[in-house]
């Protein structure tokens, strides 16, 4: 791994069932509803729910933590959401794969501030 900007990181769970392209952008990664769906193992009217609480909860800021990308084969710009929403989200779905999100997150995380220190 390295610190540029724009860089993908890979997370695979540990059955290897999930692959997700998790992109780095602004020092953070980047997910949209349809991959917080597939990562956590839900519906997406749980993802939805769940992430309109975040902000109406007041836990995070929308502004900063919400950036519309354009994606192919979409006719609109899609919303992506930080990794603290993220996060977030995965704490209140608590399914099994948002625990092994939650690790292996907090392990790239631990590697990018060794890089730091």
């Known amino acids: 791994m390295s ?5 993908i990181v890979l997370f695979e769970t540990l059955d290897n069932k999930i692959q997700l392209n998790v992109p780095i952008e602004n020092e953070t990664v980047w997910l949209n509803q349809a991959q917080m769906t597939e990562l956590f193992g839900v519906d997406r009217t749980v993802i939805t729910r769940h992430v309109n609480n975040v902000f109406k ?61």
């Open 57 to 117: 909860e007041a836990e995070l800021e929308r502004k900063s933590n919400v950036q519309k990308m354009h994606i192919a084969n979409a006719d609109r710009p899609v919303q992506f959401y930080s990794l603290d929403v993220i996060i977030s989200v995965g704490y209140r779905v608590k399914s099994k794969r948002g625990v092994e999100f939650r690790k292996w997150a907090n392990n790239v995380l631990k590697f990018f501030c060794s890089l730091i220190i």
């Open 3 to 7: 610190t540029n900007n724009n860089e």
